[in-house]
């Protein structure tokens, strides 16, 4: 049975906050002067109004510093977890400039003995390494500064102190900052979140800029995977997106892209592809019946700037947002998109908005403002100003028109470049403190693009979710991921299988929808690769990017798509259900051991491990404990392959291999009372 996660004191610290907003956990510095909480001594209230179901209340309250600056607090709890979130919204209502705001915050205290703070850091060179750290022994913190918010560090965090701990998260697609900070003599450890960095900024009149999305998860008892499935438990209920405008939960899914089955070289990308290419491809996979839920046209379909049309370069000729009419011509693409359809495959379609290349030209050909493009001398990137009104309407109203007009059913945005160094570029042009506000204004802008978007692909039966990549897991950050879905959450993640083990034992306490490739390749870019059964099985994650050549592969093994695809929808159901890790984690370089990890539905009494004897490991036999196992009296643990039943009890299961670089699938239920279990 699923545990319960309500907590009576969370409710009540809800309720005690809005009861008393000058306890709320927030302040910052108006024109020097430090702000805590909503004081009446400070603040004029203008304004409360409350929202309760069953489910959850969801409050506003507004306030009036002076007759500029109004500050807006939103903030909603969910009961049945105890979770309580919220954001500050600062808007200027006078005729005036407000004051410098500055160092907006959230500050939290936790009292109780040892705290250890556990977490992952982010993608790129950490590659979601874990971490668990002694918050007694010195302060702890983390930032990031590139305006891809997950690249480096990764915001959220596992605090544990006393018998409990705390789930703890910022949901913003910029800079952010976390510190930690244990008072000995107290008991306490202190806990301050911003984002925006440089924040400090009056207002303009009309003005309006918001903070992150911040989040207290607090539970009961002090157990990593009590923790992190109370956490992939609130986030698949309340923060994964819908699959569609009916409200569908979203569920696992798998992709292909046809732009390694051309036949032509492919730098990245759907580069290679056009009007001719896709039939073939689409043809045999039904043939063949491999065919999976989304067809991926990726990097290099739009004209370039200059109009001509690009054959290597994808990333140097963004920005027209317009299909290439000599790759294109007419309406051939739709013609694929509609073929797809037919059989039962939506459309994902890449896009990349938030920077621009060759200014000048998209000025002459396309309408576009220079003004809008954002450069520093000396960088190569330049970025789309999103933020102003006029760039933000011509841009979405280009992305719509070709996700319209193709009936593309699912937008994938990228951004390939760290955009932090331009947003303060432009703010040294806006005048004197002006810090931080194009920023807020990019950030702001950015959430509600993906808003019209998904609205637009609802429209026609799209998603009602979008791909949240950018250069990878660049942003996996809480309040995108209302929106999108990392279908692939690392870049690196498309070549060995001994990193996505590592990924996965890592990334999916925190992100539970996500999605990797599926071979073993010798770098990410390579058309060809290894795929066998351990692969298939290290590769099974809610989004299944299949990589494969249908017609140009000589030595494509049909059977074995066919095999790992049936295997992968029967495993489906339980990725998104509680997950345990079973052995200690390890990098991409380390093949000398056991992998082994559940997903298990606790309703059904039922999941699925997935154990993996590691290339180079020595042993035959590991020793798996069973964390689930809770008041079950045992469990029936059947291999797929040899259709051998083992029967565990709570302590665990000792399992054997015959090889390295093997991978063992068995299926999980619970016995009934009076079993033996096998010695």
């Given at each position: 049975?699923?545990?319960?996660?309500?907590?009576?004191?969370?409710?009540?610290?809800?309720?005690?906050?809005?009861?008393?907003?000058?306890?709320?956990?927030?302040?910052?510095?108006?024109?020097?002067?430090?702000?805590?909480?909503?004081?009446?001594?400070?603040?004029?209230?203008?304004?409360?109004?409350?929202?309760?179901?069953?489910?959850?209340?969801?409050?506003?309250?507004?306030?009036?510093?002076?007759?500029?600056?109004?500050?807006?607090?939103?903030?909603?709890?969910?009961?049945?977890?105890?979770?309580?979130?919220?954001?500050?919204?600062?808007?200027?209502?006078?005729?005036?400039?407000?004051?410098?705001?500055?160092?907006?915050?959230?500050?939290?205290?936790?009292?109780?003995?040892?705290?250890?703070?556990?977490?992952?850091?982010?993608?790129?060179?950490?590659?979601?390494?874990?971490?668990?750290?002694?918050?007694?022994?010195?302060?702890?913190?983390?930032?990031?500064?590139?305006?891809?918010?997950?690249?480096?560090?990764?915001?959220?965090?596992?605090?544990?102190?006393?018998?409990?701990?705390?789930?703890?998260?910022?949901?913003?697609?910029?800079?952010?900052?976390?510190?930690?900070?244990?008072?000995?003599?107290?008991?306490?450890?202190?806990?301050?979140?911003?984002?925006?960095?440089?924040?400090?900024?009056?207002?303009?009149?009309?003005?309006?800029?918001?903070?992150?999305?911040?989040?207290?998860?607090?539970?009961?008892?002090?157990?990593?995977?009590?923790?992190?499935?109370?956490?992939?438990?609130?986030?698949?209920?309340?923060?994964?997106?819908?699959?569609?405008?009916?409200?569908?939960?979203?569920s696992p899914f798998s992709t292909c892209c046809l732009a390694g089955d051309t036949g032509r070289p492919n730098s990245d990308g759907s580069i290679s592809e056009d009007f001719t290419t896709w039939r073939?491809?689409?043809?045999?996979?039904?043939?063949?019946?491999?065919?999976?839920?989304?067809?991926?046209?990726?990097?290099?379909?739009?004209?370039?700037?200059?109009?001509?049309?690009?054959?290597?370069?994808?990333?140097?000729?963004?920005?027209?947002?317009?299909?290439?009419?000599?790759?294109?011509?007419?309406?051939?693409?739709?013609?694929?998109?509609?073929?797809?359809?037919?059989?039962?495959?939506?459309?994902?379609?890449?896009?990349?908005?938030?920077?621009?290349?060759?200014?000048?030209?998209?000025?002459?050909?396309?309408?576009?403002?220079?003004?809008?493009?954002?450069?520093?001398?000396?960088?190569?990137?330049?970025?789309?100003?999103?933020?102003?009104?006029?760039?933000?309407?011509?841009?979405?109203?280009?992305?719509?028109?070709?996700?319209?007009?193709n009936r593309v059913e699912l937008y994938r945005e990228d951004n390939n470049s760290d955009p932090a160094v331009l947003w303060r570029h432009l703010d040294g042009f806006a005048g004197d403190d002006r810090?931080?506000?194009?920023?807020?204004?990019?950030?702001?802008a950015h959430y509600r693009m993906w808003d019209e978007i998904i609205a637009c692909t609802k429209s026609y039966g799209g998603c009602a979710f979008v791909d949240s990549c950018a250069s990878g897991g660049?942003?996996?950050?809480?309040?995108?991921?209302?929106?999108?879905?990392?279908?692939?959450?690392?870049?690196?993640?498309?070549?060995?299988?001994?990193?996505?083990?590592?990924?996965?034992?890592?990334?999916?306490?925190?992100?539970?929808?996500?999605?990797?490739?599926?071979?073993?390749?010798?770098?990410?870019?390579?058309?060809?690769?290894?795929?066998?059964?351990?692969?298939?099985?290290?590769?099974?994650?809610?989004?299944?990017?299949?990589?494969?050549?249908?017609?140009?592969?000589?030595?494509?093994?049909?059977?074995?798509?066919?095999?790992?695809?049936?295997?992968?929808?029967?495993?489906?159901?339980?990725?998104?259900?509680?997950?345990?890790?079973?052995?200690?984690?390890?990098?991409?370089?380390?093949?000398?051991?056991?992998?082994?990890?559940?997903?298990?539905?606790?309703?059904?009494?039922?999941?699925?491990?997935?154990?993996?004897?590691?290339?180079?490991?020595?042993?035959?036999?590991?020793?798996?404990?069973?964390?689930?196992?809770?008041?079950?009296?045992?469990?029936?643990?059947?291999?797929?392959?040899?259709?051998?039943?083992?029967?565990?009890?709570?302590?665990?299961?000792?399992?054997?291999?015959?090889?390295?670089?093997?991978?063992?699938?068995?299926?999980?239920?619970?016995?009934?009372?009076?079993?033996?279990?096998?010695?």
């Amino acid at each position: 049975m699923r545990v319960s996660y309500r907590n009576p004191e969370a409710d009540a610290w809800f309720d005690g906050i809005l009861r008393d907003p000058a306890c709320f956990p927030f302040r910052f510095v108006y024109d020097g002067e430090p702000v805590r909480g909503f004081s009446q001594d400070v603040f004029l209230s203008s304004g409360i109004s409350r929202e309760r179901s069953a489910d959850k209340e969801t409050a506003e309250l507004c306030f009036r510093k002076d007759e500029n600056l109004y500050v807006t607090l939103r903030c909603t709890h969910y009961f049945e977890f105890g979770v309580t979130e919220w954001t500050v919204w600062f808007e200027n209502r006078g005729k005036e400039d407000t004051g410098v705001l500055s160092e907006a915050e959230t500050v939290l205290a936790f009292p109780g003995k040892y705290p250890t703070l556990k977490g992952i850091l982010g993608d790129h060179v950490n590659a979601y390494r874990p971490y668990a750290l002694d918050v007694g022994a010195q302060p702890r913190s983390f930032e990031s500064n590139s305006g891809r918010a997950t690249h480096v560090c990764f915001p959220y965090f596992n605090l544990e102190y006393g018998d409990g701990g705390v789930m703890l998260a910022i949901g913003w697609a910029g800079t952010w900052r976390a510190d930690f900070r244990y008072n000995e003599a107290q008991g306490v450890t202190e806990y301050r979140a911003r984002s925006v960095n440089n924040l400090r900024a009056r207002l303009h009149p009309g003005e309006k800029i918001r903070t992150a999305l911040f989040v207290r998860a607090p539970y009961r008892k002090r157990n990593e995977d009590y923790a992190a499935n109370f956490w992939r438990s609130w986030f698949v209920r309340w923060n994964l997106p819908p699959a569609d405008g009916s409200g569908t939960p979203l569920s696992p899914f798998s992709t292909c892209c046809l732009a390694g089955d051309t036949g032509r070289p492919n730098s990245d990308g759907s580069i290679s592809e056009d009007f001719t290419t896709w039939r073939p491809s689409l043809e045999k996979m039904i043939r063949e019946g491999v065919q999976t839920d989304f067809r991926w046209f990726d990097a290099g379909w739009y004209a370039a700037p200059n109009g001509s049309s690009p054959q290597k370069d994808w990333w140097g000729t963004v920005g027209t947002w317009a299909l290439d009419s000599a790759k294109w011509p007419g309406k051939t693409f739709l013609e694929s998109t509609d073929f797809a359809r037919a059989h039962g495959m939506k459309t994902i379609m890449w896009f990349e908005p938030e920077r621009v290349t060759d200014p000048e030209a998209l000025a002459k050909n396309w309408g576009y403002d220079e003004t809008w493009a954002i450069r520093k001398p000396g960088l190569r990137q330049i970025a789309n100003n999103i933020g102003d009104p006029a760039c933000f309407r011509w841009t979405v109203d280009r992305i719509q028109k070709t996700l319209l007009e193709n009936r593309v059913e699912l937008y994938r945005e990228d951004n390939n470049s760290d955009p932090a160094v331009l947003w303060r570029h432009l703010d040294g042009f806006a005048g004197d403190d002006r810090g931080g506000i194009t920023e807020c204004r990019q950030i702001g802008a950015h959430y509600r693009m993906w808003d019209e978007i998904i609205a637009c692909t609802k429209s026609y039966g799209g998603c009602a979710f979008v791909d949240s990549c950018a250069s990878g897991g660049g942003r996996n950050d809480l309040e995108s991921l209302r929106r999108g879905v990392p279908l692939l959450r690392s870049d690196a993640d498309r070549t060995t299988a001994a990193l996505r083990l590592s990924m996965t034992t890592a990334f999916n306490r925190w992100v539970p929808m996500c999605g990797a490739n599926n071979r073993e390749k010798p770098d990410q870019l390579s058309p060809v690769g290894l795929l066998d059964e351990y692969v298939w099985r290290a590769s099974y994650l809610p989004v299944l990017n299949v990589d494969s050549q249908f017609v140009y592969d000589p030595d494509q093994d049909f059977s074995m798509l066919r095999w790992g695809l049936d295997e992968w929808k029967r495993v489906s159901p339980y990725l998104l259900e509680d997950f345990y890790v079973l052995t200690p984690w390890h990098t991409a370089e380390e093949t000398t051991g056991f992998t082994a990890y559940v997903f298990f539905d606790p309703d059904a009494s039922a999941g699925v491990l997935l154990a993996f004897r590691q290339e180079k490991c020595q042993e035959e036999t590991v020793f798996l404990p069973l964390p689930f196992a809770g008041d079950s009296e045992g469990f029936s643990l059947r291999d797929e392959d040899t259709g051998e039943t083992l029967n565990a009890g709570r302590q665990g299961i000792t399992l054997r291999f015959s090889r390295p670089r093997q991978a063992r699938l068995l299926w999980i239920k619970a016995l009934d009372p009076g079993f033996a279990s096998t010695p």
